[in-house]
């Protein structure tokens, strides 16, 4: 639970540098930015991997760039459904979708499931001395 709640606020974190950084994407209120978080975060858990599975031959002869298309089209349905949360145009929702993928996914390489930080270290193993 707590872990799912960290990923939440990433994902926040991830929207409002959106909204300071996209030319496009606003955000007119804390309530209408906590609620297209919400909607972002259930339409990213429950409708993305359907609408990915469904596209999987675009994103496999696009390499994989029908996946950004596919999250800004999700960015504009939250505009649409969320009051206060504005994106005016296709192309500001690609760079809000590229730049919330690229934050939140970075973000969330350091979150567990738990909830807990975690840094992985690999160490080369030391020379084996042969006798």
Not at 39 to 45: G, S
Not at 63 to 76: E, R, T
Not at 100 to 114: K, R
């Amino acid at each position: 639970m707590r872990g799912l709640l960290i990923r939440f606020t990433v994902t926040g974190v991830a929207v409002l540098l959106a909204s300071a950084i996209i030319p496009g994407i606003e955000v007119e209120s804390a309530s209408a930015g906590l609620a297209a978080v919400i909607v972002l975060a259930m339409l990213n858990a429950l409708v993305r991997p359907i609408l990915y599975l469904f596209s999987l031959p675009f994103i496999v002869l696009t390499l994989g760039v029908f996946m950004v298309v596919i999250n800004a089209l999700l960015l504009l349905l939250v505009a649409f459904l969320v009051k206060g949360f504005v994106v005016t145009g296709f192309w500001s929702s690609i760079g809000g979708a590229i730049l919330i993928s690229l934050v939140s996914g970075i973000l969330n390489l350091w979150v567990s499931e738990q909830g807990r930080m975690e840094i992985v270290i690999h160490r080369p193993k030391p020379p084996r001395v042969i006798n």
